[in-house]
């Protein structure tokens, strides 16, 4: 019995890992950022390769590149804007179309953020 307990597991965790690996951030993001008073609705265009994240930024800021990773539900995204270190920290929803977390403007305003996936026409 503790054999096939062991391998149900081990087929059922397989299949989790592989749902979360399905999930592609590949498209246009538009977020909503709360810094304190503040708020903002920049948007981010991304491409997913694997774990790594790259594209663009738009918002108040002006236009950058960004960099990133995915691994599992947990997502970063990194860009530079007026000479600050920008970081968003977040995990996407199982479905790929939400992603909340936090976010850290170079230590001059940090707060939170949902971005929202926006469907392909």
């Known amino acids: 019995m503790k054999k096939t307990s062991i ?10 890992t592989s749902v979360l690996a399905a999930v592609d951030l590949t498209g246009t993001w538009n977020c909503k950022v ?45 860009f530079e804007a007026s000479g600050a270190q920008i970081h968003y920290a977040g995990k996407v929803d199982k479905d790929g179309k939400k992603i909340e977390g ?10 939170t953020f949902t971005a929202t996936k926006k469907e392909s026409k």
Do not use: H
């Open 34 to 78: 709360v810094l304190g008073e503040q708020s903002g609705t920049p948007t981010f265009v991304l491409k997913q390769q694997g774990e790594k994240l790259t594209g663009t930024y738009s918002g108040a800021l002006g236009d950058a590149p960004v960099t990133g990773t995915v691994k599992g539900s947990d997502v970063t995204i990194d």
């Open 102 to 111: 936090t976010c850290d403007y170079g230590g001059q305003a940090s707060g």
């Open 7 to 16: 391998f149900l597991f081990a087929v059922v965790a397989l299949l989790a």
